[in-house]
């Protein structure tokens, strides 16, 4: 059974830090790139972040360059996203999900196998 869970959401005030934590299991970690996606109210589903770890390629929308960084555990079959200087806009549910293969980019969501359930980031100003 496929399973993935993002976890490390939470309230932080406008310049704080959070690290949202993916885990993955039922499938071949190493086959498959890890997107965060993020979704706030009333919007479209947004790719964050992707990392592609079996060739060292990483992507960033560019809101969040130079305030995320997104690494992988093949090891333990995790993803983090390490989410710095963090503004009310980055309000929203995030998401981890699995694609084979490599990233595209800009990602597609359609291209996604598999989703968790996601977590709240809620960023106060």
């Known amino acids: 059974e496929v399973q993935i869970v993002e976890s490390g959401g939470g309230l932080v005030q406008a310049g704080g830090s959070l690290r949202l934590s993916c885990a993955a299991s039922g499938f071949t970690f190493d086959d498959y790139s890890i997107g965060w996606w993020r979704q706030a109210p009333g919007k479209e589903r947004e790719g964050v972040s992707c990392?592609?770890?079996?060739?060292?390629?990483?992507n960033y929308v560019d809101s969040v360059k130079g305030r995320f960084t997104i690494s992988s555990d093949n090891a333990k079959n995790t993803v983090t996203l390490q989410m710095n200087s963090l503004k009310p806009e980055d309000t929203a549910i995030y998401y981890c999900?699995?694609?084979?293969?490599?990233?595209?980019?800009?990602?597609?969501?359609?291209?996604?196998?598999?989703w968790g359930q996601g977590t709240q980031v809620t960023v106060s100003s």
């Open positions: 999900a699995a694609t084979r293969g490599t990233c595209s980019w800009p990602p597609h969501f359609y291209e996604y196998d598999y």
């Open positions: 990392i592609s770890s079996s060739i060292g390629m990483s």
